[in-house]
Each structure stands twice: as structure tokens, then as C-alpha cells.
């Protein structure tokens, strides 16, 4: 390794370890989001903070559907992202 390449190690592993850092603070609230789906309503209002369910279920999928027009913002989102394509 040249010295030009000693000097810029160690601000490259600076430049890694931050983008690390806000790549993990991005994808944390999807994650979240993933992992609520699947728990019960009485998991998800805890103080108690766990990515993995105890009692996983996928009935908050259809309640969804059912509370929000959710098929409307999909074909929205849709109709926006071809638009601008």
C-alpha cells in the first residue's frame, strides 16, 4: 500500500461505518413495519419491544383491506409511478 492509500484508509472506514449507519436508521421503520404486520394488536401496544411476534397471524392483512381503501392508494401509487415513468 503507497502512502496516499495509508492516508485515505482510515476516512474511507469513516465513510463506510456512516453509510452503515444510515442505511440501518432507513431500513429500521420497514422492518418494523414487516414485523408488525404479523403481530396481534395486543403485541403491537407493549412497552415490550420485539421484531419477532409470540403469536404470529396474518389476519391484520384483511382487516386492513377492510378499515382503509388500501386497493385505492396501491392503484394511486400505481397510476403516479407510471405517469412519471
Known amino acids: ?3 496516499a492509500a ?8 469513516l465513510l463506510e461505518l ?6 440501518l436508521v432507513t431500513i429500521f421503520p420497514f422492518l418494523w413495519m414487516i414485523s408488525t404486520v404479523f403481530k396481534e394488536s395486543s403485541e403491537v401496544f407493549t412497552k415490550d419491544i420485539r421484531f419477532i411476534p409470540q403469536h404470529p397471524t396474518l389476519q391484520n392483512i384483511p382487516n386492513a383491506f377492510e378499515l ?11 397510476g403516479i409511478a407510471a405517469l412519471t415513468t
Open 1 to 3: 500500500m503507497d502512502d
Open 6 to 13: 495509508a492516508r485515505r484508509a482510515p476516512s474511507r472506514l
Open 18 to 23: 456512516a453509510i452503515v449507519a444510515i442505511c
Open 68 to 78: 382503509f381503501p388500501v386497493k385505492d392508494w396501491i392503484w394511486n401509487s400505481f
